[in-house]
């Protein structure tokens, strides 16, 4: 048997094949909040309700689009079927002729939809894949990938925040000379402009090689500065980061903004916008 893994950007499907064929499957969330030992108890426990055995796995396969889950998921597999975990990325050989300006940044899911089609319909194939984002592509009649188009899915297309503000790229700089240290603050202040419920807005802070800094939160969850505060940032400000510096240090950092899953969306545009803001001082002496 294998065991195979698609890690969306909503949801987590692991299916396992026995001579070619499906033989059982399921669905949760991706979760970012989820340890190893969570997604192996999940695992698992999907294989009990199947009556599967863990010893008559061969081994396992995962397309992942969340690079910061990729490890852990592919932890949780081979802790549970002691078998190693292949991870469709660069590298590894599908057969796939991929005909397109930068093949690197073809998505696994992308590759894994080629080949499975090429495998059960052949080519020339119009392939669609629909989730999250719409995904509309073309194997032509050599069988090679030769590009495609992505839209907004229908649920994201309804709830998206609109324009390239989604994704907010800054860099943090402290420059700190002799046994000084700096505590700082990063926060976020909402906009006089917003017509959104902080309820109804989730963000997630990394740095930019997407290591977690902040899990997704709803704004309205996020603590907020209160007077006197080490950084001295003004109060009723929401924290998305503190911390001290001890030494000259360049951080960089990118905030993702989304709509809360829960949230109700109206029939008319709707607008949310949050400014970010860096405090830091010494301590007094």
């Known amino acids: 048997m294998i065991l195979v893994l698609d890690l969306g950007n909503t949801n987590l499907c692991i299916g396992v094949y026995q001579n070619e064929a499906l033989i059982c499957s399921c669905r949760t969330d991706s979760d970012l909040n989820r340890s190893s030992d969570m997604y192996a108890n ?3 426990n999907f294989f009990s309700r199947h009556h599967l055995n863990t010893s008559n796995f061969e081994g396992a396969i995962l397309s992942s689009v969340i690079p910061s889950l990729t490890d852990v998921i592919t932890l ?4 549970v079927i ?6 469709i990325s660069q590298g590894i050989k599908t057969g796939l002729s991929i005909r397109i ?9 992308l590759v894994a939809d080629a080949v499975g089609t090429l495998k059960k319909y052949g080519y020339p194939s119009i392939i669609c894949d629909l989730g999250t984002a719409n995904k509309l592509f073309v194997l032509d009649k050599n069988a090679n990938y030769i590009g495609g188009i992505i839209s907004p899915g ?6 998206a925040l609109t324009g390239n503000n989604n994704t907010f790229d800054f860099t943090v700089a402290a420059t700190v000379s002799g046994s000084t240290t700096i505590n700082y603050a990063i926060t976020a202040v909402k906009g006089d402009e917003c017509t959104v419920a902080d309820s109804g807005v989730k963000v997630y802070l990394t740095n930019q090689k997407d290591a977690q800094i902040l899990a997704p939160t709803k704004v309205s969850a996020l603590t907020t500065t209160t007077s006197g505060n080490a950084a001295g940032a003004p109060a009723g400000q929401y924290v998305l980061k503190t911390g001290t510096y001890s030494a000259t240090k360049t951080e960089d950092y990118r905030l993702r ?3 809360a899953d829960d949230y109700t969306a109206p029939s008319t545009q709707q607008k949310y916008v949050l400014k970010v803001n860096v405090y830091g001082q010494a301590p007094a002496k």
């Open 101 to 109: 300006d930068n093949p690197s940044e073809l998505g696994a899911d």
């Open 42 to 44: 999940l695992i698992t």
């Open 76 to 79: 949780a597999v081979e802790n």
């Open 82 to 87: 002691n078998q190693k975990c292949l991870v």
């Open 257 to 259: 903004m989304w709509v």
């Open 154 to 159: 229908i649920k994201t297309a309804g709830k």
